[in-house]
């Protein structure tokens, strides 16, 4: 068994892993670190899905690196644009020589003592474990689970004599030409799919139980453009970010205060490319307000426009059986399938799967207290990385990673080497609030019950907003009275 100590361990190399590698060799040049990640790639997110037409939701202006410019010319990229970004990335910041890949995480140790973690990982080919021991964990590995994606129980799965396929276990080479094919789901993974598949397949079928928000815009940014070809590129792109987060948290205050005139123009977009006849009512209107639950976005209307070439359609149901030929609902109508695409989501979980351990105690994520979203109550130097639900993901990790990076800097400014999001007396008797609040999303609420509570005041809260977390996260005090700093016993 080998054996490895640094200063921070990052779990995870997607874009909230290779960000944190950044920001620590940036603003802590003195701290040295290693990045372990499960896979054979970097990517996380952009490496796992392979499914046809998968891209980004979100433009990569924002769910870009702030300090890497996204250069290339559509705003809405595919997957292997985002993986070639990611790879560029870690080659130009040399972050690649500190991943240790097909390091499957599995236990995380906190001896108080010693100010240490160790961290027990194993080999996933060879199966030889690795004992890594830092001061500093920082968890980058998402919130869903990489083994396998969410599976409803659908009542004769079994009977079905075609192809089943959950796009997140897609497999090589599927052969879908001239072939019927069932998408079930309306969330951004079937949106994508559905005009992907269709230009090949005989016709492709997006049934859905209810309907979901969603929205065509083109996947280029012509203003992105214009700043590109008369400022340098970093000034272009931070000018873009500007505007672009700008734009989106203009649009979800709206949907919070307007929700019905957001409504309505959604609507009237859907309806200008699907025309006058077509009952936008029953199939794209949902029974939820805009951002209750993230909107698709539709780049450059793909989906409307499979479904006016008469190659896609859209079916609101609910599904009676699996049958030997496809599909029963609950209608009556039977839907004939060769390929049925299970696109129902994600399987949610805390971070990473792993088992925690402090002093001798296990952690029970759900029994702690969020602090500013990326730490939790009693759990000592650690930190973990959830982006936006109701923006581009990075945004958040960056601002994270900076955080975290201020923390370590103070704990050596101090000499302490231990920091730990500790209640103050005045906090104990705090309203509890879910740690995602105003989210309806299946694929969240499933999950809710597992992970730590907000509150109602600084610095126990999660608030999923842009300018609120900017002003958390760069302005406020690291030592506020709720980040307790020490000094272990073994440094005394």
């Known amino acids: ?9 990052i779990v995870g190399a997607g874009l909230s892993g290779i960000g944190a590698g950044y920001h620590l060799q940036t603003m802590c040049p003195d701290r040295s670190y290693v990045i372990l990640e499960g896979r054979e790639d970097l990517g996380g ?53 500190h991943i240790r890949y097909r390091q499957l995480v599995a236990k995380a140790e906190w001896s108080g003592a010693e100010a240490t973690w160790t961290i027990t990982s194993t080999h ?18 998402g919130y869903y689970s990489y083994k396998k994606g969410h599976e409803p129980v659908f009542a004769g799965r079994e009977r079905f004599a075609g192809t089943i396929i959950h796009p997140q276990q897609w497999p090589d080479n599927l052969d879908y030409a001239n072939k019927r094919v069932v998408v079930i789901g309306s969330g951004a993974t079937a949106v994508t799919i559905v005009p992907s598949m269709a230009s090949t397949a005989s016709h492709v079928t997006m049934v859905q139980r209810s309907p979901t928000y969603v929205v065509a815009r083109p996947d280029h940014d012509p203003i992105a453009d214009k700043l590109r070809k008369v400022l340098p590129a970093q000034m272009a792109y931070n000018v873009t970010r500007w505007k672009n987060t700008t734009m989106q948290q203009l649009v979800y205050k709206r949907t919070r205060t307007k929700p019905e005139e957001i409504k309505t123009k959604l609507l009237d977009g859907v309806r200008a490319y699907l025309g006058p006849d077509y009952d936008v009512d029953k199939h794209f209107t949902p029974r939820y307000n805009p951002w209750d639950q993230r909107l698709c976005l539709v780049p450059n209307g793909d989906l409307f426009m499979a479904i006016r070439s008469g190659k ?10 699996f049958t030997e030929t496809g599909i029963q609902l609950s209608s009556g109508q039977h839907l004939e399938a060769d390929i049925i695409i299970t696109a129902t989501g994600l399987e949610l979980v805390t971070l990473g799967e792993m088992d925690f351990v402090v002093d001798g105690k296990p952690v029970d994520f759900a029994k702690t207290w969020s602090y500013k979203g990326f730490a939790y109550s009693g759990i000592p130097n650690m930190a973990s990385s959830f982006g936006y639900i109701n923006a581009s993901w990075t945004l958040r990790s960056d601002l994270t990673s900076s955080y975290v990076c201020r923390l370590l800097n103070h704990m050596k400014k101090t000499e302490t080497d231990t920091c730990m999001p500790t209640l103050r007396a005045e906090d104990n008797s705090m309203p509890e609030r879910p740690w995602i609040d105003g989210f309806s999303s299946g694929y969240m609420q499933r999950v809710m019950h597992k992970f730590p509570r907000q509150g ?3 610095p126990w809260i999660n608030p999923q907003n842009y300018k609120r977390d900017k002003k ?15 000094r272990s016993s073994v440094n005394a």
């Not at 958390?472 to 020490?486: I, Q, R, Y």
């Open 1 to 9: 068994m080998s054996t490895e100590h640094v200063d921070v361990v």
């Open 45 to 97: 997110t952009w490496d796992l899905f392979r499914y046809p037409g998968v891209r980004s939701d979100s433009d990569m202006h924002t769910l870009g690196f702030s300090f890497k410019p996204w250069t290339e010319a559509k705003s809405i990229a595919d997957g292997p644009s985002i993986l070639q970004y990611l790879r560029d990335t870690t080659k130009e910041y040399s972050i690649d020589k």
């Open 124 to 141: 996933k080919e060879t199966g030889a474990q690795t004992v890594t021991t830092c001061n500093f964990l920082f968890m980058c590995s």
């Open 312 to 321: 896609a359609s859209v079916v609101t149901d609910t599904i009676e059986t």
């Open 456 to 458: 109602d005041r600084e």
């Open 472 to 486: 958390m996260f760069k302005h406020s005090p690291v030592d506020d009275g709720a980040m307790l700093f020490s």
